[in-house]
């Protein structure tokens, strides 16, 4: 075709005309990154390190807070760095890819907590055979089930 446009880029209209606003809207999506990132490392560095705490739930737990760290990451950068210089443009590529990602990320999270449900349910309802349903292999195979089935 002759008479033909190619999309290579979106606009972002929503970020402010002032610098006080930018520097502001930057200053808050920093801080609440760094606290995110902050805290969910917390939890991975204590649920890992104390050996009481190497049961499922906190298995399961510590791998919510690698995926919520993951999740973060996808777009809050990226808003930092388009916040602050005012660029309004983003590629297709860009795009697509973090919406991929941020679709994967909360899929993933659903059945994460799917499963952390059924685990207390397990742990409450049958608690004599919790140890032989939630064992350690099982929990990493639907770890990983969870993981793969998100990129279908």
Known sequence: MANSTMVIEFLLLSFPDGW???????TLFIVT??????????????????????????????NLSILDMCYIS???PNACVNSLPGNQVISVGSCATQIFLDIFCAYVE??????MAWDRYVAICQPLQYPIIMNPQFCVHITLASLLSGLV
Do not use: C, E, S
């Open 20 to 26: 006080n606003m930018r520097v502001f809207y930057f």
């Open 33 to 62: 990154y760094l606290g995110t990132m902050l805290g969910n490392l917390l939890i991975i560095t204590v649920t890992t390190a104390d050996q009481n705490l190497h049961t499922p739930k906190y298995f399961f737990l510590r």
């Open 110 to 115: 659903i059945i994460f907590l799917t499963i």
């Open 74 to 76: 996808i777009t809050v």
